[in-house]
């Protein structure tokens, strides 16, 4: 708490630096497509917010602060603010309608730039999702790891499959908290919303020599980590010794 106003929530995450360990093991990066580093937000907390009641919870990767409401001795008078029109962050939408709006402004911007041919709804759907699904890819000496960011996703809401062979695909879906009855019993409503919903999809080219009998998934903490084994190279054939006859060869008939 800042200036007995200001909620601040901060943290680092930091990848993970164990150069002996990795010199020793000979782990390397493949590619690197998730953020790391510091982490930072602000919220001027309102003046009917209670500084002495706030709990926090975190949970699959997603931090809740709830700041419980104080009762204000007399109900001041209401203001008039100003909106900015069609800004969806301070209207008292349907989720489901939302994320429809949204869907179709970034459609509309995906199809006034690709025609001819135009792209269907469902491609351009998965192109965004894996667009916005970080992910890294590191080499053990005996396996592959996949590690993709998927915060907010419950575990029963991850796909991990292995399509054509050789091509694992990691999908899943984060929704916000549709409790609607609840809501309107509470008067429950959205003042603001940042943070990214809908699919999340990664894909991945397994190597020649990736194992795909040999695949192991881990969710912990809003972070799946996907560890296919490698194939054990094929053993060296061992020389024949061919045996050294004096005299001349004899070769049999239909040889």
Request: net charge positive.
């Amino acid at each position: 708490m800042e200036n007995d106003n200001v909620l601040v929530v901060s943290g680092e995450r930091r990848r993970e630096k164990e150069k002996k360990k990795h010199e020793k093991e000979g782990v390397k990066y493949v590619s690197m497509g998730r953020r790391f580093g510091k982490l930072l937000k602000k919220f001027m907390l309102p003046e009917d917010a209670n500084k002495e009641a706030i709990s926090a919870n975190c949970q699959d990767g997603v931090l809740t602060v709830v700041v419980e409401k104080q009762q204000l001795p007399e109900p001041k008078k209401p203001r008039t603010i100003e909106r900015p029109a069609m800004d969806f962050r301070y209207m008292d939408y349907d989720e489901q309608v939302v994320e429809e709006i949204h869907e179709m402004l970034e459609l509309g911007e995906e199809t006034d730039t690709e025609r001819p041919p135009k792209p269907s709804r469902s491609f351009i759907r998965d192109r965004k999702a894996m667009k916005a699904t970080p992910a890294d890819v590191l080499e053990y000496p005996n396996a592959y790891h996949y590690i993709v960011d998927m915060p907010g996703v419950k575990r029963d809401q991850i796909k991990v499959e292995l399509e054509n062979d050789n091509m694992l695909v990691v999908s899943g879906k984060r929704k916000r908290e549709k409790e609607k009855g609840k809501h309107e019993k509470e008067g429950v409503k959205y003042l603001r919303l940042g943070r990214r919903l809908g699919k999340l999809l990664k894909k991945f080219v397994l190597p020649e020599n990736a194992d795909k009998e040999a695949i192991l998934a881990n969710y912990q903490d809003g972070v799946l980590t996907v560890v296919v084994e490698k194939q054990r190279p094929p053993e060296p054939k061992q020389p024949r010794t061919i045996e050294v006859k004096v005299g001349s060869p004899q070769i049999q008939a239909g040889h």
